[in-house]
């Protein structure tokens, strides 16, 4: 095989340019986000804002935008980044300090929530905190000085015992609502693809089942213990599960032949030809153009789903869904690069549902939402926009970290067919690539695949050190 410089500086060459990439497009300025509309005050645990729990979640989530406006109030993850101050110094530390102490203070008293879904959500959601608040110690940019410590461990030792107080038996986890199935079962979204209406957001019922048309997928067997979506495990800190499934248009048969035939496929990698107008001399590993290919029609999700603490302090995988992503191949072409936006966007069709806590506590649509396609957001793009926080730049030097979600898709799945599947590619893995494949599996293997990974992590050990008796 080929040697493992070449492999290596191919993954760090294709991360930087996957994030110029979507940097780099030029982004019409879209309808209002979803972020603005909302009024001040948080009544997600309760209808009174003044509530232990709302007030905490407020103290965690909201943000104030550039103008003056709330943001944050109900995203899947708070708007936090590897260098933001907020949460660690002046008022919002002393205001998440307060809220935590009442929180804890609360405990037991008539005002504290019994309901458990709305107990797994808050847990999550500290969790959420949490990890970013120990991010720094694993990610400090070489020659930053170490900064003082001691908000950071206010805020940690706090955060710890609230997550504590918060956590579930196994079995009362595994019978939180499946919000998936009452998305499905609302029926507020189509159930199929229309490829003469290939804008139509569609939510597949037969995702989950096993014997069902989508297979979940798993990696090569030189990492049978590395979850497969291994750059999304990493940013989210294993706190959730990434599933990867695919299906072709002939149903699971015709799924499991294709992926029987692209995983046994003997060298998937090829040097790449040189241009005269190349400047570096390095040799550089690209896909060979004879992968096998699959058919227009086939379509792909990653699903994300909660990871939950139990009552003896262990992680445990949920049914609830965070968010799903779909894409479907709506035109194969033989040239497996193409980087122009408006012609991949002719090539797949983009969808994503989120996660509304909101909605999920009102029991609407099992909580889930389509992400409108003008619609702009903070939070799933912290996966590309780098460490700075957007709130606390000086005037005029904002990184621009707001984007319109759906149209950044394609900055990253460009390619044709196979070539845009990155759970196969390992695109922007620096894991060492010498096999590629995609296998059938389980949901309940990736699940503990994730488990394991989280268990390794520095933040989950933090976590355990200020729990334990
Ligand atoms: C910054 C790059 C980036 C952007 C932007 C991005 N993705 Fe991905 N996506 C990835 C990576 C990398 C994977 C592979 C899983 C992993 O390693 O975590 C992936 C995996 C997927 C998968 C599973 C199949 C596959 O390709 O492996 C789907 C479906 C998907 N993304 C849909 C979307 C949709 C829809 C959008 C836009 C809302 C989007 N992605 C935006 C990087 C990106």
């Not at 992968?291 to 302090?313: D, H, K, S, W, Y």
Request: include cysteine; proline fraction near 7%; hydrophobic fraction near 35%.
């Amino acid at each position: 095989m080929f040697p493992t410089m070449f492999k290596s500086a191919y993954s760090h060459i294709c991360v930087c340019l996957l994030i110029s990439i979507v940097l780099a497009m030029n982004y019409s300025p879209g309808s209002t986000t979803a972020q603005e509309k909302h009024t001040p005050g948080v009544t997600i645990y309760d209808s009174k804002t003044d509530h232990p729990w709302n007030r905490l979640h407020r103290a965690l989530f909201v943000r104030t935008g550039l103008k003056g406006e709330e943001l944050g109030h109900d995203e899947i993850d708070p708007l936090l980044w590897p260098e933001t101050k907020h949460l660690l110094t002046g008022r919002s530390h002393e205001d998440v300090l307060r809220s935590l102490d009442d929180f804890l203070k609360h405990d037991g008293s008539a005002e504290q929530i019994r309901d458990p879904l709305k107990r797994a959500i808050l847990q999550h959601d500290l969790l959420s905190v949490f990890d970013w608040s120990a991010f720094l110690y694993n990610n400090r940019p070489s020659g930053t000085t170490v900064e003082n410590p001691a908000p950071r461990q206010a805020l940690q030792k706090r955060l710890a015992q609230a997550i504590h107080r918060l956590t579930l038996t196994s079995a009362t986890i595994q019978a939180l609502p499946d919000n998936y199935a009452m998305a499905i079962k609302s029926k507020a979204f189509r159930t199929a693809f229309d490829p003469d209406r290939a804008g139509q957001p569609f939510l597949p019922p037969d995702l989950f089942d096993p014997e069902g048309p989508w297979v979940c997928v798993r990696g090569p067997a030189d990492f049978p213990n590395g979850p497969i979506a291994s750059a999304h495990t990493t940013f989210f800190s294993g706190r959730s599960v990434f599933l990867v499934f695919m299906r072709l248009p002939g149903g699971r048969k015709e799924t499991l032949a294709y992926l029987d035939k692209l995983s046994n496929f003997p060298s998937p990698w090829a040097i790449r030809k040189r241009k005269p107008s190349d400047l570096s001399r390095m040799e550089l590993l690209e896909l060979t153009p004879d992968l096998p290919q699959f058919p227009v029609g086939t379509q792909v999700a990653l699903v994300r789903q909660m990871v939950l603490i139990n009552e003896a302090g262990e992680l445990v995988a949920s049914r609830l869904t965070e968010s799903i992503q779909l894409r479907v191949y709506r035109r194969i072409r033989t040239d497996p690069h193409e980087f122009q936006e408006s012609e991949v966007r002719k090539n797949q069709s983009f969808f994503e549902f989120d996660l509304r806590r909101r909605d999920l506590f009102a029991g609407k649509n099992g909580g889930l939402r389509l992400v409108g396609d003008e619609e702009q957001a903070y939070t799933s793009l912290q996966f590309i926009t780098g460490w700075a926080d957007p709130f606390e730049a000086p005037k005029g030097e904002q990184p621009r970290h707001l984007m319109p979600v759906m149209k950044t898709c394609s900055a990253c799945h460009s390619d044709s067919g196979i070539y845009s599947v990155n759970s196969y590619t390992q695109r922007s893995s620096e894991r060492q690539k010498s096999d590629l494949a995609l296998w059938p599996t389980t949901l309940e293997d990736e699940q503990q695949k994730v488990l394991k990974w989280k268990q390794k992590q520095y933040d989950w050990g933090l976590l355990r050190g200020l729990t334990a008796r």
